[in-house]
T-cell receptor, first 112, second 113 residues
Framework: GQQVMQIPQYQHVQEGEDFTTYCNSS?????IQWYKQRPGGHPVFLIQ?????EVKKQKRLTFQFGEAKKNSSLHITATQTTDVGTYFC????????????FGTGTKLQVIP | NAGVTQTPKFQVLKTGQSMTLQCAQD?????MSWYRQDPGMGLRLIHY???????DQGEVPNGYNVSRSTTEDFPLRLLSAAPSQTSVYFC????????????FGQGTRLTVV
């Protein structure tokens, strides 16, 4: 079945450093979404990418969707302590009943 | 506007017991899913539903049953709880189906002893 892997699994950064997490799917995706989960909380939607090669920005966050629509990345510039949490990508497959498969997640810790 | 409501928030079960995790949404979303979250394994899809009366299996369906008699409710039943089902369970409903954003419930932390 479809697999969505994320690397790294964990990342510790000093406040002010940049952070990137990568998402790779074994199959082509219709779209990709990114979510953030704060410790003890539930995943919260950040953004959705649909087009091949699409790039979107939200303040210090930059999201990219690969040309082949099988990979994506999330880059945070100048991390802050409020960025702490686990970041998940989620991909939707096309055909039949569409399934949404979440990645394994990257847990970010920011050291003040 | 309540969004997605999951009950209970916490539950301890003995091995072999059965129980139902409740999930209700008031956004009239057709597409709903159940996930379990375990350390290092992300959110794994258990079952999903594309509308009332239609459900399908996800990655890890064994030991769980679902039904969808109404648009609003999507309960998850554990038939005979096992320690391997100790996890945090999230219900999600999707705006505009699987191609839309997901709204998650607060989660149910289940421990099977």
């Amino acid at each position: 079945g479809q697999q969505v892997m994320q690397i790294p699994q964990y990342q510790h950064v000093q406040e002010g450093e940049d952070f990137t997490t990568y998402c790779n799917s074994s199959t082509t995706l219709s779209n990709i979404q990114w979510y953030k989960q704060r410790p003890g909380g539930h995943p919260v939607f950040l953004i959705q990418l649909v087009k091949s090669g699409e790039v979107k920005k939200q303040k210090r966050l930059t999201f990219q969707f690969g040309e082949a629509k099988k990979n994506s990345s999330l880059h945070i510039t100048a991390t802050q302590t409020t960025d702490v949490g686990t970041y998940f990508c989620a991909g939707t497959t096309s055909g039949g009943y569409q399934k949404v498969t979440f990645g394994t997640g990257t847990k970010l810790q920011v050291i003040p | 506007n309540a969004g997605v409501t999951q009950t209970p928030k916490f539950q301890v079960l003995k091995t072999g017991q059965s129980m139902t995790l409740q999930c209700a949404q008031d956004m009239n979303h057709e597409y709903m899913s159940w996930y379990r979250q375990d350390p290092g394994m992300g959110l794994r899809l258990i079952h999903y539903s594309v509308g009332a009366g239609i459900t399908d299996q996800g990655e890890v369906p064994n030991g769980y049953n679902v039904s969808r008699s109404t648009t609003e409710d999507f309960p998850l039943r554990l038939l005979s709880a096992a320690p391997s089902q100790t996890s945090v369970y999230f219900c999600a409903s999707y705006f505009r189906g699987a191609l839309g954003r997901a709204f998650f419930g607060q989660g149910t932390r289940l421990t099977v002893v």
